[in-house]
């Protein structure tokens, strides 16, 4: 099966400019996340989408960040306006449902994500 | 709070030797998942191995083994017959019910495993 496609691969921008990250999931499955990774540190979760809503967005700066997944397939992030610190690798995953059992079998597919740098 | 320590940040291995990473995780809860993966430069993250709280059994996964510890929550993964395909970063991960009512990971901040020739 296909991966979790996602795009660009690498943006450059200044701060205060924007820029949206796009990600297409595995066929079929219900849950997409999208994680920030800071260099040295282990990925972060921004937001949760269970088809096309929203399950957990606490960790999401919403005075900058927002992100939509519109009919319940692919999804992107935006950034606006962009500040150094949000340099990061952004991370896109999916699975296939959202309950314990079977998330905790298969885990989640990543995507190779986007490399940020705000210069 | 939850919690993921990774204590080794940098480790290097002979090709075909054994390595050990080790892992220590704080959760107050009974029934979790915990996971091993490997995030190569390629940037994806793959997953390695996986273990379920409830089982006293290691897992193994090939040449990828855990031992596992619940009383002491650690979790260290051993590489055996360590190949170059090998290096990347590993994070350890494990997986809760958070407050709203769905799972997410906690992730370590990773170590990054260098295998030489």
């Known amino acids: 099966e296909a991966g979790v496609a996602q795009s660009p691969r690498y943006k450059i921008i200044e701060k205060r400019q924007s820029v949206a990250f796009w990600c297409n999931p595995i066929?079929?499955?219900?849950?997409l996340y999208w994680y920030q990774q800071i260099l040295g540190q282990g990925p972060k979760l921004l937001i949760q989408?269970?088809?096309?809503?929203?399950?957990?967005d606490s960790q999401l700066p919403k005075d900058r960040f927002s992100a939509e997944r519109l009919k319940g397939v692919d999804s992107t992030l935006k950034i606006q306006p962009a500040k150094l610190e949000d340099s990061a690798v952004y991370l896109c995953?999916?699975?296939?449902?959202?309950?314990?059992?079977?998330?905790?079998?298969?885990?989640?597919?990543f995507g190779s994500g986007t490399r940020l740098t705000v210069v | 709070a939850q919690t993921v320590t990774q204590s080794q940040p940098e480790m290097s291995v002979q090709e075909a030797e054994t390595v050990t990473l080790s892992c220590t995780y704080d959760?107050?809860?009974?029934?979790?998942?915990l996971f091993w993966y490997k995030q190569p430069p390629s940037r994806q993250m793959i997953l390695v191995i996986r273990q379920e709280a409830y089982k006293q059994q290691n897992a193994t996964e090939n040449r990828f083994s855990v031992n596992f510890q619940k009383a002491a929550k650690s979790f260290s993964l051993k590489i055996s017959d360590s190949q170059l395909g090998d290096t990347a970063m590993y994070f350890c991960a494990f997986m809760i019910l958070s407050t709203s009512g769905t799972y997410k990971y906690i992730f370590g901040t990773g170590t990054r495993l260098k295998v030489l020739a």
């Open positions: 066929s079929g499955h219900a849950t």
């Open positions: 989408f269970q088809n096309n809503g929203v399950v957990d």
């Open positions: 995953a999916s699975s296939p449902v959202e309950t314990g059992g079977m998330v905790g079998h298969y885990g989640y597919t």
């Open positions: 959760t107050s809860e009974n029934n979790y998942y």
